[in-house]
């Protein structure tokens, strides 16, 4: 949870570092490229990420540990850049990426950015399934103060807006990989050794599938809006959007980060009753507050970025929060089908959401602008609370006995 505020409350100062540099045109191409990158490395990695905090377990103190990450990291890295290197050849001539990747400098930033921030993940999901979260949280503040402080560098240079942003992201996202491998792995007593790999067994990769389809819907969208506010409207509006929504999606990384624990400890045998709980009682206490004081100063916190960003952004920061509640619903859900084994059900369920956000986006963007991004997306969660409601509810209530099993909640 620590990593997480950290985490947000830098990646806020990196942008409004941003907006008050360059202009409005140029951060909104910045955050597109940046978003895209983003959007691929999840599209490839999710599934594998997920599946260390299921299986590595399984292998902690045996060669078959090392082994296993090293042939998750191998197989994300490389097929990331290999997309990346696609993508960036579609994009070249587009409006709302092509500055930012017209160049060898923001080519290689592209490429090189997508398969370390899918390395970087795919490190971020072993640390929670070794349940060291302060590794994770110190992993997460590092890469954020590095690449603010590239920003900050960059930004009194003529390097240009698209390209700083992009640099400053990929440069830091891949000296966070190089020393968690070679310095706070080790340092913490699991260090994966010389590479080698393993090949993935027929079990391996039905279940990869199925949490890659359940990550994908949960946490792929945010990263294909900003593409695609920038296609539907302007990089302008685009601009206006991504740090409205960077200030709201500081409620939507709470519950997905305790979605994780709650599998992490699903997946390692624990009451899973009381776990939800707990998730459930935390979850609520760390947003309830921060909640209403988002609702009273985000105007303010929207206009310290600058006035424009406070008058086209605060209606979309309003359904933002409200919809935070039904949101917190779905994790929950999501961890507990994760820790039963229904992934099924809750690739369906994030799945699901995702095509209503992204339907709903290209209906009512053209429309009614950016505010019809967040509707969007509030009309998705609460289906998707209606859905999942009565199950949650369910664990909830049940007696704490042990692990719940697959029917229980079915």
Same mark, same amino acid.
């Given at each position: 949870?620590?990593?997480?505020?950290?985490?947000?409350?830098?990646?806020?100062?990196?942008?409004?570092?941003?907006?008050?540099?360059?202009?409005?045109?140029?951060?909104?191409?910045?955050?597109?490229?940046?978003?895209? /990158?983003?959007? !691929?490395?999840?599209?490839?990695? &999710? #599934?594998?990420? +997920? %599946? @260390?905090?299921?299986?590595? *377990? $399984?292998?902690?103190?045996?060669?078959?540990?090392?082994?296993?990450?090293?042939?998750?990291?191998?197989?994300?890295?490389?097929?990331?850049?290999?997309?990346?290197?696609?993508?960036?050849?579609?994009?070249?001539?587009?409006?709302?990426?092509?500055?930012?990747?017209?160049?060898?400098?923001?080519?290689?930033?592209?490429?090189?950015?997508?398969?370390?921030?899918?390395?970087?993940?795919?490190?971020?999901?072993?640390?929670?399934?070794?349940?060291?979260?302060?590794?994770?949280?110190?992993?997460?503040? /590092?890469?954020? !103060?590095?690449?603010?402080?590239? &920003? #900050?560098?960059? +930004? %009194? @240079?003529?390097?240009?807006? *698209? $390209?700083?942003?992009?640099?400053?992201?990929?440069?830091?996202?891949?000296?966070?990989?190089?020393?968690?491998?070679?310095?706070?792995?080790?340092?913490?007593?699991?260090?994966?050794?010389?590479?080698?790999?393993?090949?993935?067994?027929?079990?391996?990769?039905?279940?990869?599938?199925?949490?890659?389809?359940?990550?994908?819907?949960?946490?792929?969208?945010?990263?294909?809006?900003?593409?695609?506010?920038?296609?539907?409207?302007?990089?302008?509006?685009?601009?206006?959007?991504?740090?409205?929504?960077?200030?709201?999606? !500081?409620?939507?990384?709470?519950?997905?980060?305790?979605?994780?624990?709650?599998?992490?400890?699903?997946? $390692?045998?624990?009451?899973?009753?009381?776990?939800?709980?707990?998730?459930?009682?935390?979850?609520?206490?760390?947003?309830?507050?921060?909640?209403?004081?988002?609702?009273?100063?985000?105007?303010?916190?929207?206009?310290?970025?600058?006035?424009?960003?406070?008058?086209?952004?605060?209606?979309?920061?309003?359904?933002?929060?409200?919809?935070?509640?039904?949101?917190?619903?779905?994790?929950?859900?999501?961890?507990?089908?994760?820790?039963?084994?229904?992934?099924?059900?809750?690739?369906?369920?994030?799945?699901?959401?995702?095509?209503?956000?992204?339907?709903?986006?290209?209906?009512?963007?053209?429309?009614?602008?950016?505010?019809?991004?967040?509707?969007?997306?509030?009309?998705?969660?609460?289906?998707?609370?209606?859905?999942?409601?009565?199950?949650?509810?369910?664990?909830?209530?049940?007696?704490?006995?042990?692990?719940?099993?697959?029917?229980?909640?079915?």
């Amino acid at each position: 949870m620590l990593a997480t505020v950290l985490t947000g409350g830098l990646g806020y100062v990196f942008w409004a570092l941003a907006a008050h540099r360059w202009a409005a045109g140029e951060v909104g191409v910045g955050n597109a490229a940046v978003s895209l /990158a983003t959007a !691929l490395s999840l599209v490839v990695h &999710l #599934g594998p990420a +997920a %599946l @260390t905090i299921e299986r590595l *377990p $399984r292998y902690e103190g045996t060669d078959g540990w090392g082994a296993r990450l090293w042939t998750a990291l191998a197989l994300t890295g490389s097929v990331s850049a290999v997309v990346a290197a696609v993508a960036v050849a579609v994009g070249r001539g587009t409006d709302a990426v092509g500055p930012a990747v017209d160049t060898v400098t923001g080519t290689v930033a592209f490429v090189v950015g997508c398969a370390a921030w899918s390395v970087m993940n795919v490190l971020m999901y072993t640390f929670v399934s070794l349940r060291r979260s302060q590794l994770l949280s110190t992993q997460n503040v /590092a890469i954020s !103060l590095l690449k603010l402080g590239m &920003l #900050g560098g960059l +930004a %009194l @240079t003529a390097f240009g807006g *698209p $390209r700083s942003i992009l640099v400053a992201w990929a440069a830091s996202a891949t000296l966070g990989c190089v020393a968690t491998l070679a310095w706070q792995l080790p340092r913490a007593g699991f260090s994966p050794g010389r590479p080698r790999f393993v090949r993935p067994g027929l079990s391996g990769l039905r279940s990869a599938a199925g949490h890659h389809l359940t990550s994908a819907g949960g946490v792929l969208t945010p990263y294909v809006l900003p593409t695609l506010v920038a296609a539907l409207l302007t990089p302008v509006d685009n601009a206006y959007f991504a740090l409205t929504w960077l200030m709201g999606s !500081l409620f939507f990384i709470v519950a997905p980060a305790v979605s994780s624990a709650l599998f992490a400890e699903g997946a $390692r045998g624990a009451d899973l009753p009381v776990a939800t709980r707990k998730a459930a009682r935390l979850i609520g206490i760390l947003l309830v507050g921060p909640a209403v004081l988002m609702l009273v100063g985000g105007r303010f916190a929207l206009s310290v970025i600058g006035e424009d960003y406070a008058r086209e952004g605060y209606l979309l920061l309003v359904v933002l929060v409200v919809a935070a509640l039904p949101d917190a619903v779905n994790n929950v859900a999501v961890g507990v089908y994760r820790a039963t084994g229904r992934l099924a059900r809750s690739a369906t369920l994030n799945l699901g959401m995702a095509v209503v956000t992204i339907a709903g986006t290209v209906v009512l963007a053209p429309r009614v602008g950016i505010v019809g991004v967040g509707y969007a997306w509030a009309l998705a969660q609460s289906l998707g609370m209606l859905a999942s409601l009565r199950d949650v509810v369910r664990v909830l209530r049940a007696p704490a006995a042990g692990p719940v099993a697959a029917q229980e909640v079915s």
